[in-house]
């Protein structure tokens, strides 16, 4: 498992995807750069400026919608590069003298989760790191948990990635995309109809998006993201005025749905393995 997880890292590098995932974060990150620099050049009435105080709010207040699109950024790479890395391996053949040696069809299957875990995770390291450095520089507000926020987002993409190599040991790449990008898409369309479950005090809302993140715990760990980057007196005020909106969080998702994402990671793995050990490539 090991030697085919460095493989893996090996034949990413190989492609250049360090390369491209360095650009695209970098033009991000100057493009975030810029956008919050203008946030200084805000006026209230009369052409007073924003206090600095008064920055680090508004910049508070954009940056779960920043993670948001780092969150996307992720699952989709993790579900591109699990489809390529299995799927499109096993069309082209790729695959065919790996398994003819004396390997298990599950050290396949685990050493490229390893592999590509471990690229998703450093990326989401690199890259959070540098968003969070560019918001502090140019702003000077700095989120309360940076890192256990980094930590949910890596973890979001893992699961994604785990999804994506269970479809992927049975479809072929365009279907396992399409499966995956849809899966990832549902759960947060009913993620953010859920949302409404405690302020309409809906139990069949609350119900629905408890299912949804059994089911697919990206949610559940998208609102933990969140809620590690939201400070004491945001949220407050949110539960004072009401619904705060789908790129905010009043509460965390309970330690029994961090454990659920855990088991989920270790099962739908074991169900990747199993499906690709029953499968005639």
């Not at 004396?102 to 390291?125: E, R, T």
């Not at 998702?253 to 088991?263: C, F, K, R, T």
């Amino acid at each position: 498992m090991i030697t085919i997880a460095w493989m893996t890292v090996r034949e990413m590098v190989r492609r250049r995807f360090a390369i491209a995932a360095l650009l695209g974060t970098l033009a991000l990150v100057a493009l975030t750069g810029w956008g919050l620099q203008h946030i200084h050049t805000i006026h209230k009435q009369h052409g007073v400026a924003l206090s600095p105080l008064e920055v680090r709010a508004v910049t508070a207040a954009l940056v779960p919608l920043i993670a948001y699109l780092f969150s996307f950024i992720l699952a989709f790479a993790a579900i591109v590069l699990g489809a390529t890395m299995l799927s499109a391996e096993i069309e082209s053949g790729v695959l065919l003298p790996v398994l003819a040696r004396p390997i298990s069809h599950g050290a396949v299957v685990v050493g490229k989760a390893l592999g590509l875990g471990a690229l998703l995770c450093a990326y989401a390291a690199i890259s959070g790191g540098l968003e969070f450095a560019v918001i502090d520089a140019v702003t000077g507000y700095q989120p309360p948990h940076p890192i256990a926020a980094i930590a949910a987002l890596a973890a979001l993409a893992i699961v994604m990635l785990c999804l994506t190599l269970a479809v992927a040991s049975r479809l072929q790449t365009v279907a396992t995309s399409i499966v995956a990008v849809v899966g990832f898409g549902v759960s947060w369309i009913v993620g953010i109809v859920a949302s409404f479950g405690p302020v309409y005090h809906n139990e069949t809302l609350l119900r629905i998006g408890v299912i949804s993140q059994l089911l697919l715990p990206s949610d559940a760990l998208w609102r933990v993201a969140v809620y590690q980057l939201q400070p004491v007196v945001l949220v407050a005020q949110f539960g004072l005025s009401g619904w705060p909106g789908p790129f905010f969080v009043l509460s965390p998702p309970p330690p029994a749905m961090l454990a659920w994402s855990v088991v989920w990671v270790v099962a739908v793995t074991a169900i990747a393995v199993r499906s690709f050990a029953t499968r005639d490539v």
